[in-house]
């Protein structure tokens, strides 16, 4: 059933390339230039003449969420909150005519996100549905959805869930921008570009060996710091989350330019620092935090693009990613995280699937 891996997490890791192809066969049609979201079809004109996104969600879905966001503003330009759906619903949210609410979950069973969708629902509200079991409450009581048909995911650390919700979120994002906010030659570049995904996906997971000796070195620590910025500011997060649920050491992930408001004081040359330091927008300033961090004698580890040696000599290891478009760049920078995470898991004798004190899906509020 592991399908000759040594963990499901291992497994659903290794399957990213099949589970995003999975979740855009018959959606992502390149030589037609077009996106097909079933799900979405009846609701779609109302979603592109939303005044307001607001997506909620829990954990590593959260943090699709904060993806999805810049996906939406960058693309549609239809402003977007994020909520943690435990806070929502506590808050009375105030929700307007015009208001689409969105909610991600893997299980789609998850308490507080199915209590975003009551709220939603109570307030009169359309609420949509991004999940990955076919059937689950969050699904049957959304007024409409997309499946990420990734398959089934067993670990309790969420991989493939992650990469599947960033990638139906874009199709999202694409298809709302789609003769409004794109061109039609950007909108075709975007699909390509989403197309080619899968195989780029195959090779970043190449560097497994490769991460597996980084993390034989690693493993000791019991700090470490995450830091990227724009579409990689959530991947972060989410590498920070992965590396505490499974491995047990404390983690934090950041915005990369609010470490000088703050973290920077934890660092000397016991934390280690991943940074995303892709060639995008960011870039210069990324490469200032790096800077900031090999001078107080932070030893860092960035990812980086295929070809860029400028970071070697201030970083203990760079890890190289293909190069894409920017805005599915998550996509391919979480996925040296993910390993990283697990192989230092699994070193230190963990258990990587069923983590103390977690559970797969969270049913209680
Ligand atoms: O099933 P859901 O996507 O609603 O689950 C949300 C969180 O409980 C989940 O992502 C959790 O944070 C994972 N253990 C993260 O790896």
């Not at 059933?1 to 999975?22: N, V």
């Not at 920017?326 to 069923?354: K, N, T, W």
């Amino acid at each position: 059933e592991k399908g000759g891996y040594e963990h499901f997490m291992q497994k659903e890791i290794m399957e990213q390339p099949t589970a995003l192809e999975d979740a855009m066969r018959g959606r992502v049609l390149p030589d037609d230039n077009k996106i097909v979201l079933g799900g979405l079809h009846d609701v779609m004109d109302d979603l592109r003449d939303a005044d307001r996104v607001i997506i909620a969600a829990c954990g590593t879905s959260w943090h699709s969420a904060l993806v999805g966001e810049y996906l939406i503003e960058h693309f549609a330009r239809t402003p977007v909150e994020v909520e943690y759906a435990s806070e929502f619903r506590y808050r009375n949210p105030i929700l307007r005519d015009g208001d689409v609410v969105l909610v991600i979950s893997q299980s789609g069973e998850t308490a507080d996100t199915l209590a975003a969708v009551r709220e939603a629902q109570r307030q009169g509200v359309m609420c949509l549905g991004i999940c990955n079991v076919v059937g689950s409450t969050i699904a049957r009581e959304t007024d409409a959805g997309v499946y990420l048909h990734a398959g089934p995911e067993i670990g309790v650390a969420s991989t493939k869930a992650f990469t599947a919700q960033v990638i139906v979120l874009a199709m999202i994002a694409l298809k709302m921008a789609e003769d409004r906010t794109l061109s039609h030659a950007e909108f075709a570049d975007a699909v390509h570009a989403l197309a080619s995904i899968p195989d780029k996906v195959r090779t970043t997971l190449e560097m497994d060996g490769q991460i597996e000796k980084m993390a034989n070195i690693y493993r000791y620590s019991s700090n470490f710091l995450y830091l990227g910025r724009g579409f990689n500011f959530p991947v972060a997060l989410e590498g920070a989350l992965k590396l505490k649920e499974i491995s047990y050491i404390h983690a934090e992930g950041y915005p990369a330019a609010e470490m000088k408001h703050g973290p920077i004081a934890l660092i000397d040359r016991f934390m280690p620092v991943v940074f995303i330091a892709l060639k995008d927008s960011t870039y210069d300033k990324v490469v200032s935090n790096i800077e900031e961090v090999a001078a107080r004698d932070g030893s860092v580890i960035a990812i980086t693009d295929e070809g860029n040696g400028e970071l070697d000599e201030l970083c203990e290891y760079v890890l190289r990613i293909p190069q894409t478009q920017e805005f599915l760049s998550p996509l391919l920078a979480v996925v040296p995280l993910q390993l990283l995470s697990y192989h230092i898991a699994v070193m230190r004798g963990c258990d990587v699937d069923q983590p103390r004190n977690l559970a797969k899906s969270v049913t209680v509020e």
